[in-house]
């Protein structure tokens, strides 16, 4: 008799497995999550695919402690299932046997039965030597906290004295922000409606549109989702329509638009005419869904924003975009890193070679500002994610 969630962790395994391989967590998550239709096994898969992929580093090395030969490169499913099982133990807290009893299931579900018995012993290996094997992997830096060496050593160099905090806000999961879509309804309204079906959340003052969650939850079966009232977008890319101020009638880029938070709540704010333009051409279907739930009408073209540049990196998007600006027109730079070469360093640049090009101070007052005028925020700080606004004006 099948063991119960044993085909939602196969299900997991398989789009950790491609996502270690160069797949984005969103997509292989997307395309997973539309084969389930229960919301439970939807939370459960949301659960172990994004836990997994944030504790890879350590329970992947963790496997080395375990397994005289490891599985990565001949069984790579199988791998990703048993770093699946060591982070329902010791990051989900699961109870010990059905987790157990449940991945060793989903070799079947796989299609690789003859790893089961080493899948069982491997995992209750683990419960026997945990915490010798939890001291190894926490003297070593990398494996503690899950974070590659390059980019703990660049943090350290751009963040000294807040590297310590950026690593464990990085591995803490996020409250759950949505952005209410105002010509659909109002905040106060979706809170009410919110409020009525027992699901607690609250307004943020210094963003308009914006609400969180007490609790993570399936947002596609809260009141209001399938009417396109709202969508989920963290409180700190939300900024970037405010901080762009689009009017009516004017002609909006969005340079790298999919899935079209940005483009939408733009468009959810004036009847701007957008552009929505991503390099990735299969990225494009979420984002007619997206728009089309959300009662919302762009340009929407697959084209890389810097090919008349001949080159896809942030200083040719900027070189390149930027003569198609209108003066007094805004280019918002806005990147999800906490790197100075990504951010300040590559705005200072810019600015150094384009006279007509200022920088204007109008990022959130709370965030960090930087030499040349942009704003960092740091991972946890006001319980968003980490996030980089520079808004640039032609003159």
């Known amino acids: 008799m099948p063991v119960q969630g044993a085909a939602v962790r196969a299900l997991a395994a398989r789009a950790l497995a ?147 905090a950026i690593l464990e806000a990085d591995n803490r999961i996020a409250p759950l922000w949505l952005r209410v879509n105002r010509r659909r309804t109002t905040r106060a309204a979706l809170l009410e409606r919110f409020a009525a079906a027992g699901v607690a959340a609250r307004a943020v003052d210094d963003l308009d549109d914006a609400l969180v969650l007490a609790e993570s939850t399936d947002v ?76 919302l009408v762009a340009e929407v073209r697959a084209g890389d924003a810097a090919k008349p540049a001949l080159a896809a990196t942030q200083a040719h998007l900027l070189a390149a975009l930027w003569p198609l600006l209108a003066r007094g027109g805004r280019i918002v730079y806005a990147t999800c890193s906490l790197l100075a070469d990504e951010n300040t360093r590559q705005v200072e640049r810019f600015l150094g070679a384009t006279p007509d090009a200022q920088c204007l101070d109008l990022a959130p007052v709370s965030w960090r500002r930087d030499a040349v ?11 968003m994610d980490g996030f980089y606004y520079a808004v640039l004006e032609r003159i």
């Not at 005028?373 to 319980?383: C, F, K, S, T």
């Open 220 to 295: 596609t079966r809260l009141p209001g989702y399938a009417q396109g009232e709202f969508s989920v977008q963290d409180g700190a890319a939300q900024w970037a329509a405010t901080l762009l101020d689009a009017r009516d009638g004017e002609r909006v880029l969005d340079a790298c638009a999919a899935p079209g938070g940005k483009s939408a709540h733009i468009l959810e704010r004036a009847d701007a005419k957008l552009v929505a333009l991503d390099a990735d051409a299969e990225r494009l279907p979420r984002l007619h869904e997206n728009l089309a739930r959300l009662g």
């Open 18 to 164: 491609r996502v270690v391989a160069g797949e984005s967590l969103r997509g292989a998550f997307a395309a997973s999550a539309s084969r389930l239709d229960d919301s439970r096994d939807r939370a459960l898969l949301s659960s172990l695919v994004h836990e997994g992929a944030r504790w890879w580093l350590r329970y992947d090395a963790a496997l080395d402690h375990l397994a005289e030969r490891p599985l990565r490169e001949r069984e790579a499913q199988v791998h990703a299932l048993l770093v699946l099982g060591l982070v329902q133990l010791d990051v989900l807290r699961l109870p010990e046997y059905a987790a157990v009893a449940a991945t060793v299931e989903a070799t079947r579900a796989l299609h690789r039965p003859k790893f089961a018995g080493l899948v069982n012993a491997l995992l209750r290996r683990w419960l026997r030597e945990r915490d010798a094997i939890v001291a190894r992997l926490d003297d070593n830096e990398v494996m503690r906290s899950a974070h590659p060496r390059w980019l703990i050593d660049t943090l350290r160099r751009d963040w000294p004295r807040e590297v310590a």
């Open 373 to 383: 005028g942009g704003a960092q925020n740091l991972p946890g700080d006001g319980g």
